[in-house]
């Protein structure tokens, strides 16, 4: 009889893995579009540009996960409705808070700067709290377990995007492909609104920050030093290489878009289904975690693999310029996404635990590598050196996440057993 209702949680977490890689795949497919529409317009030089306020967009999206959604997948993954719903409000509010926030510095920055960087910061800041504001939605709607929400929220915004795209390429500029982008995640931000039936509430930002503050200082910081270890990096490289570097880098990246689909998508979900996991069989959770980094090692080295097949003909018919520089970067790239698949395994377990101490310890060496070997290899190579430098920085931080999963579980047994010692 036991094997029923396991077969039954088993069929449900993976309706709920399906719908967080289809919402992921709208998502990280627009986004590809969207670099291959960009390179293709603007070159290798100009794309490396769009490259740095993307980059400048995934640090304050990180810093908003840390602080509202982070919390919220941990302590309100299938919750009571109305416990989701309090939190969720608060949640929300707090993403917008933290979006206007960082929209503040972005124009302050771009005005200062001045010229097409400028611009295109200036931008960057008039769109981010609406973007912060689409990516709590999703986050919330997977809490709630409501995967096909989000799914249809991505596409809302990948529909409106195709006309904003138009738009943008009458002006040609990497702020207009920029306001293009984030015009139409406001679409789809306002609609997660309709979906969810309530609207974020800023005022309580402070209070969900404070009730919080134990999850969400430590993961603000690990998320700020993960996704600011990739700012710094590509800054780097583009003081030291060029901005040709940078679009090649990230030309290169954007070759394994469909498959960070998959690893961005399983991303949104695992954290909660680890969470449901621990709940329900707690000696299972290493084997979950294990199996999941190992799949999306897997798919990327795979995916790699089949890059490498891909003619120069059609490789320039997509990428245009930034291809040949690009297609070169294909194997470090590679490597280096197959390991950071690995890791997201034990990343998963960890927040699963609430072993915030130890995750951000493993963030904080793994960044520091990532921004040490990238930076060591773009002096000595260009972006050719950069790209290794980063593999071999995500391969070694691999196994530091892995090992801090291990001590926070024989931390978990070892509790487990004085309670039932002194019970």
């Known amino acids: 009889m036991r094997s029923i209702p396991r077969s039954r949680a088993a069929r449900a977490m993976a309706g709920r893995l399906s719908w967080g890689l289809g919402d992921q795949a709208v998502s990280s497919l627009t986004n590809f579009a969207v670099g291959l529409y960009v390179a293709r317009s603007l070159g290798t030089s100009a794309f490396g540009m769009f490259s740095l306020a993307w980059v400048s967009y995934g640090v304050v999206l990180n810093l908003s996960r840390g602080l509202s959604t982070d919390p919220l997948m941990v302590r ?12 969720t409000r608060q949640a929300t509010g707090t993403a917008l808070t933290a979006g206007l926030a960082a929209s503040a510095v972005s124009v302050g920055a771009g005005l200062l700067v001045g010229g097409s ?12 709290p609406a973007l912060l504001l689409q990516d709590a939605w999703r986050f919330a709607f997977f809490a709630a ?14 529909v409106a ?34 979906q969810a039936g309530m609207r974020p509430d800023p005022r309580g930002a402070l209070d969900w920050v404070k009730r919080h503050r134990d999850l969400g200082t430590r993961y603000l910081l690990e998320n700020v ?45 695992t954290v909660a289904e680890s969470a449901r996991v621990l709940q329900r069989a707690p000696h299972r959770l290493r084997h979950f975690c294990a199996v999941l980094g190992a799949g999306q090692a897997a798919a990327a ?23 040949e520089p690009a297609s070169g970067l294909i194997v470090p790239v590679t490597i280096g996404i197959a390991a950071a698949g690995f890791t997201t395994g034990a990343a998963a377990g960890l927040r699963a635990l609430g072993a915030a101490k130890r995750s951000l310890r493993a963030q904080l060496i793994a960044s520091a590598a990532y921004v040490g070997f990238g930076l060591i290899g773009a002096f000595l ?15 070694s931080g691999s196994a530091v996440w892995w090992r801090q999963l291990h001590s926070a579980l024989k931390e978990r047994r070892t509790s487990e057993k004085e309670e039932m010692g002194t019970s």
Request: aromatic share 10%; charged share 10%.
């Open 76 to 87: 309100f993954s299938g919750v009571s409705a109305d416990a989701w719903r309090g939190a």
């Open 225 to 269: 030093s993960n996704s600011g270890a990739a700012q710094v990096r590509m800054y780097g490289l583009g003081a030291i290489a060029g901005l040709a570097s940078v679009g090649a880098v990230r030309g290169a990246e954007l070759l394994l878009g469909p498959f960070l689909a998959l690893l961005m998508g399983l991303s949104l979900v």
């Open 161 to 194: 995007l195709v006309p904003a795209l138009y738009l943008a390429r009458e002006h040609d500029t990497s702020a207009a492909f920029i306001l293009a982008w984030g015009l139409s995640g406001a679409v789809a931000a306002a609609y997660g609104c309709l």
């Open 117 to 128: 960087p400028g611009k295109a910061f200036v931008a960057l800041g008039a769109v981010l």
């Open 301 to 323: 080295l795979l995916w790699g693999l089949a890059l490498l097949l891909v003619p120069d003909g059609a490789g320039r018919f997509v990428l245009g310029d930034v291809w």
């Open 381 to 395: 190579a260009g972006a050719p050196g950069s790209a290794w430098g980063v593999a071999l920085a995500v391969t």
């Open 145 to 158: 377990g409501h995967g096909r929400k989000a799914f249809v929220n991505d596409v809302v915004w990948g």
